[in-house]
């Protein structure tokens, strides 16, 4: 099932499918490794507050906003 | 660690806009930039390669200026630049600015890539983009240790072999390796070897190709591969160049059938290409084992948890606070004790009274004033901040503020320079450096302006601490943080303008290793001996003269509608509060060498002890502070931030006092 990251609960894994968002923010996160095909793990997540993305071994925090626009999907 | 005889340094700051020595360089000269992912360790290799004091941090966006040293080695002269970390050449942040800039027009003869070798697939992003653009490159491969600790054994040779650079394995913290560096770097120097830029894949690859051979022949001074990914990328920096209208045309025909094809934006599709190829070359030079979750790693889970991590958060803060507190007031007692058995011998000596006021009470008194009253609470502040920040604790807090700061008008990154700012203002102000927006950084260097410096914690703890508990110097920073937080609330609300998300690596927790930290704390105090203590025994001395000219009266006597009537203070407080603008701690030692005593409580009441130590945490920012915001954010908001803050200040020590006399009576 397609869904935004922010979804998703702690420990839950998916397979990045699709950024939305403006050209500089979609570059930023891109550089830093959420391409489409990668797979993230939710490290931690506060309710309505920032969450922690595993992404290729870094860890990452992003405002809630941020998490929003990135489209994960279930790992088969 | 580097055995070379008599390592010759020259240390000093530059920023971006300054051109470079390239006309000084004589062929015996080689100039080395340092580039790589924030954290990576650069600034620890440059440290140890040129005895330079560049500070080091877990945390992202601390080295926003590049930095140079000089190091001799084996009758040479290398120039070693320290670029600010990036995680890649295409962004727009300023650090990528900073250091694109200087590998294109600087001409490094060697940049030595600084890689993180437990974090290889994310590092090679920027290897590639190095490697791009045809410079002779030298992989360092770092923190080797790290890695084996978490299970991951790295194959320097492979890695060397499949990226066509040299590599050398390093463990910078240890001083490992690093001769090694500086000779390969040397040879490489020399050889003068074309770099052959990596190939990607796909509809990228024959794009980039399509393009070199129209661009062939027409840049002599850039690659012509690097100029065709550019233009693919549709990269600002090519305005700089004018292009022949029919390859750009050609190009945006090309970038239209790729994002047709993908369905995705360019800019994502070749980060994936990129990707690919890093993620392919470290596969194949990485082995991993799985090894048990650390004790760091499931203490980091807790420090981050919703709930827990806020606990601890306030825990460690209020733990750090009340220690320093502590040790402080141990210290600064113990050397007043030390100084007062010197006091009568000093005195004896006989010099004419005049000469004897300027001497003993200017000159003596500021320097013993500054050591007993500021040393003690300073030197284990330092030590604390180098370990906040050599931790990557710094990361957690700003992760766990993000709520907090988005109603401020900032995120979670923005706590980052507010925190430095109980250091020392400037580094918070040009720290701000690291948030996107000028709105952002005017906001946060507001906000950090307001933080009670380590000066202005002398003010406090050595006043409020000593005199009226440990409690009411409490107070007044809760009372700081209040402030802070309705003025940013205020300027989120009536500053418009958007705060953009956060989005901010949060390195691996790690043990701070005890000799950069203390190296650290040695640098900082070593600035507060030599920088500070002039000033204070400068200050005090002015005081004397301005004294014996008799023209004390007629100041405080100005000044007093102000200091007496509104603030409730002592008249001598004015003058001392006017020093005040050189170094807060300035003003409270100044009032010790007045009324030479250092019991306050011979001439403030409680209340005045209160108001002083209040109104000094927030009046007008010292010099230096005022100096960086100006630099940074340009004269006309620099003054504007300044009659706020004295505005702000005024009003609320004013309110405060009345209020408390009100109360009181």
Not at chain 2, 18 to 47: C, D, Q
Not at chain 2, 131 to 154: F, I
Not at chain 2, 348 to 361: F, G, Q, R, V
Not at chain 2, 521 to 540: C, D, M, N
Request: hydrophobic share 45%.
């Amino acid at each position: 099932m397609i869904r935004p990251l922010s979804t998703l609960k702690v420990g839950e894994k998916g397979k990045i499918v699709r950024l939305i968002g403006g050209t500089g923010m979609i570059k930023r996160l891109s550089d830093l490794g959420f391409v489409p095909e990668q797979e993230v793990e939710v490290v931690r997540s506060a309710p309505r507050g920032p969450i922690a993305i595993r992404v290729k071994g870094t860890i990452y925090a992003l405002g809630r906003g941020v998490a929003d626009k990135i489209y994960v999907d279930d790992i088969q | 660690m580097l055995s070379v005889e008599g390592l010759q340094i020259r240390y000093m700051l530059t920023t971006s806009s300054e051109k470079t020595e390239s006309s000084y360089i004589s062929s015996r000269e080689i100039t080395i930039a340092l580039a790589g992912n924030p954290n990576a360790g650069k600034s620890v290799v440059f440290n140890q390669l040129t005895g330079g004091n560049q500070i080091i941090g877990n945390w992202p966006g601390k080295t926003v200026e590049r930095t140079e040293g000089w190091v001799r080695y084996r009758g040479r002269r290398i120039r070693i630049v320290d670029l600010p970390g990036i995680y890649s050449l295409s962004t727009y942040t300023e650090e990528e600015l900073i250091a694109r800039e200087f590998i294109i027009s600087g001409t490094p003869d060697v940049i030595i890539n600084v890689i993180d070798a437990s974090l290889l697939e994310r590092s090679l992003f920027l290897t590639l983009q190095l490697l791009e653009m045809e410079r002779p490159v030298l992989l360092a491969v770092n923190q080797l240790d790290v890695a084996e600790s978490k299970g991951l054994r790295t194959d320097i040779n492979t890695l060397s072999k499949l990226l066509g650079v040299p590599a050398v394995g390093i463990i910078a913290t240890k001083g490992t390796g690093l001769n090694k560096l500086l000779t390969t770097a040397i040879e490489l120097a020399e050889k003068k070897e074309r770099i052959i830029p990596p190939a990607y894949g796909g509809e990228i690859e024959q794009s980039i190709l399509e393009l070199t051979r129209l661009l062939d022949g027409i840049y002599q001074e850039y690659p012509t591969r690097w100029l065709a990914i550019k233009i693919i990328e549709k990269d600002e920096w090519l305005k700089n160049l004018d292009i022949p209208k029919s390859i750009l045309t050609r190009a945006e025909e090309i970038r239209e059938e790729i994002e047709r094809t993908h369905k995705e934006p360019i800019e994502v599709i070749v980060s994936s290409e990129r990707y690919a190829l890093a993620s392919r070359i470290a596969r194949s030079s990485q082995y991993y084992e799985k090894r048990k979750k650390s004790f760091l790693q499931n203490l980091d889970l807790v420090l981050l948890h919703p709930i827990l991590g806020y606990v601890s958060m306030v825990l460690f803060l209020f733990v750090a606070f009340v220690s320093l507190f502590k040790i402080g007031a141990i210290g600064s007692s113990f050397l007043e004790e030390l100084f007062s058995h010197l006091d009568p011998i000093i005195k004896s000596i006989s010099i004419p009274e005049t000469l004897k006021n300027l001497l003993w009470d200017g000159v003596l008194n500021g320097f013993i004033s500054g050591v007993t009253i500021a040393l003690p609470y300073i030197l284990p502040f330092y030590i604390f901040l180098s370990f906040l920040e050599n931790s990557g604790y710094l990361a957690r807090i700003a992760f766990l503020t993000d709520s907090i700061m988005h109603k401020l008008g900032l995120h979670g990154k923005g706590a980052i320079p507010i925190i430095m700012g109980y250091g020392c203002n400037v580094p918070a102000i040009l720290g701000t450096r690291i948030l996107e927006s000028k709105r952002e950084r005017i906001i946060a260097s507001f906000l950090s302006m307001l933080i009670p410096c380590s000066a202005r914690t002398v003010v406090i703890l050595g006043l409020v601490g000593i005199f009226l508990g440990i409690k009411w110097a409490l107070v007044i920073y809760i009372l700081d943080l209040i402030v802070i937080y309705i003025v940013g609330l205020f300027m989120n609300r009536y500053y418009p303008g958007e705060t953009p998300g956060l989005i901010m690596e949060v390195p691996d927790l790690r043990v701070p290793v005890l000799k950069p930290t203390l190296r650290q704390s040695w640098f900082r105090i070593k600035e507060f001996l030599y920088v500070a203590l002039p000033y204070i025994i400068l200050g005090s001395v002015l005081l004397e003269i301005i004294k014996l000219l008799g023209w004390f009266n007629a100041i405080n006597r100005i000044l007093s509608p102000i200091i007496v009537n509104w603030l409730g203070l002592p008249p001598i407080t004015g003058i001392v509060l006017i020093f005040g603008l050189l170094r807060k701690e300035l003003t409270l030692i100044l009032l010790s060498t007045f009324s030479g005593t250092t019991d306050f409580s011979l001439i403030l009441n409680p209340r005045q002890m209160f108001i002083f130590s209040f109104f000094v945490t927030l009046y007008i920012p010292c010099l230096a502070t005022i100096a960086s915001l100006r630099k940074e954010l340009g004269r006309f908001i620099a003054f504007i931030l300044v009659f706020l803050e004295i505005l702000l200040s005024l009003l609320l020590a004013g309110i405060l006092n009345h209020l408390w006399m009100y109360i009181a009576s």
